[in-house]
């Protein structure tokens, strides 16, 4: 492989459909020469398949990065184990059974019972967990699509490069119909096209670094610099919500020495504290839930509307919901959410914060509900919705309504602001409003 081959590699991760000719225009090459080039990419097994998948985002779906050293005796076992999981996407090994474990969950109350099964199946006594950072929202919603895109959807699967016109010949529509559904699910994010690859199918090498960011580094920024300077050795930048200042960058090079010649690079900028390389040797791939539920939707009518009162649910702690929490709730909510950042903020969920985590969510009456709701909370990253602001809005209004705000009130509204990260400007905005609201009513 050389610097074009990771070029259009990288192309096709971010968006598989991309056309020859604007691959070929970007690289300056040859249409034929971009034709061969990912030829010899799925010839030699590093391009596997062309992918699609539903974007998570529309199915409040999180992906989840695991990682650690694996200490069981037979690595094989450890990853036709971990492979039965409907949650598990990929598992990487670097050397030393060093394994990334790549999972996907549709709430993330379903991570515990994922990470237990880890530690005792998979042989890693104290993996880290990386909750990727959710770098934006999107409004488009599942309830949104129409059997005809879950029709073409499902077509796409197995090879999403295909024609429109092969794709509208098997569903019975025009190829007209067939590209403008498939632009619309496209530009609005409906859907993702990718790759599925293995790198350690080529006899380049392959790493990943964990870099460790320097005090006062800002990760945007770092990750900004590291694509301005080294872009064409790196094939991704991963960074997690509750691990602010951890970058894990996959890396390529022809050899051993131009990886060490980029590692110097990345140190003489002196924006990381360390420096870790971890050299893959090979891949497994598999197929998890999101894979699989587009057939389900398409074979079976009434999955949509579960999946519309699932996600309805998720949703509960609305206006009305949160309108009906009292001080002496949140203030249990919020205990439970420092315990959990705490639990969270190092990557390591030992079982001694596995049994203190359980027994607070007893003796505090933490439902399933709620611990799904703080969860995502410390996952938003400021993201404020609809409902992060009522929450803040009705704890004080509660504060405010007999226009005395004690020192109690204000240590629960403070921390309050810190869980869901309410900024100043928005807190003057939420008080002036409810004040606004006082006068009016008087």
């Not at 119909?177 to 994010?189: P, S, V």
């Amino acid at each position: 492989m050389d610097e074009k081959d990771i070029e259009i590699l990288k192309m096709l991760i971010s968006n598989s459909r991309v056309p020859y000719r604007e691959i070929a225009d970007q690289l300056g090459l040859s249409v034929n020469g971009v034709y061969k080039r990912i030829k010899n990419l799925q010839n030699s097994n590093v391009i596997r398949g062309f992918s699609i998948s539903l974007d998570p985002r529309i199915l409040n779906a999180f992906p989840i990065t695991i990682f650690g050293q694996c200490d069981a005796s037979s690595i094989e076992k450890v990853i036709s184990d971990l492979g039965k999981s409907e949650n598990t996407q990929k598992i990487s090994i670097a050397g030393g059974n060093y394994l990334y474990i790549n999972a996907i969950f549709r709430d993330l109350r379903e991570l515990q019972p994922y990470i237990k099964m880890v530690k005792k199946k998979g042989g890693i006594p104290t993996p880290l967990v990386g909750i990727l950072r959710t770098r934006k929202s999107i409004e488009s919603r599942l309830e949104d699509l129409s059997s005809l895109d879950f029709r073409i959807i499902s077509a796409l699967q197995g090879d999403s490069r295909r024609f429109a016109s092969d794709i509208a010949k098997e569903i019975g529509v025009s190829t007209k119909t067939a590209r403008k559904r498939l632009a619309r699910l496209t530009e609005e994010e409906y859907i993702k096209t990718g790759v599925t690859f293995a790198l350690d199918s080529s006899r380049d090498i392959f790493a990943m670094l964990h870099l460790k960011l320097g005090k006062g580094q800002e990760i945007n920024k770092t990750e900004a610099m590291l694509i301005n300077n080294f872009s064409s050795n790196i094939i991704y930048l991963d960074s997690y919500s509750n691990l602010p200042n951890l970058i894990l960058c996959s890396l390529w090079a022809p050899t051993m020495k131009e990886i060490k010649e980029i590692q110097n690079g990345m140190k003489k900028k002196g924006a990381f504290e360390s420096m870790i390389p971890r050299i893959f040797y090979t891949t497994h791939i598999y197929d998890s839930w999101m894979d699989t539920i587009i057939d389900d939707l398409v074979s079976k009518p009434g999955m949509m509307e579960e999946i519309k009162k699932k996600q309805a649910k998720s949703r509960s702690i609305s206006k009305k919901k949160m309108g009906q929490l009292d001080l002496g709730t949140l203030r249990k909510v919020d205990t439970y959410r420092k315990a959990l950042v705490q639990a969270l903020k190092d990557g390591v969920i030992t079982e001694d914060e596995e049994a203190i985590l359980t027994s607070l969510r007893d003796s505090l009456k933490i439902t399933d509900e709620q611990h799904g709701r703080i969860m995502e909370f410390v996952n938003m990253e400021g993201n404020m919705d609809e409902t992060v602001i009522e929450a803040y809005r009705s704890a004080l209004g509660q504060a405010l309504d007999d226009s005395v705000i004690t020192e109690d009130e204000e240590n629960i509204l403070l921390s309050l602001r810190d869980s869901l990260s309410i900024t100043d400007e928005v807190h003057e905005e939420i008080l002036n409003s409810l004040k606004g609201k006082k006068k009016t009513s008087k």
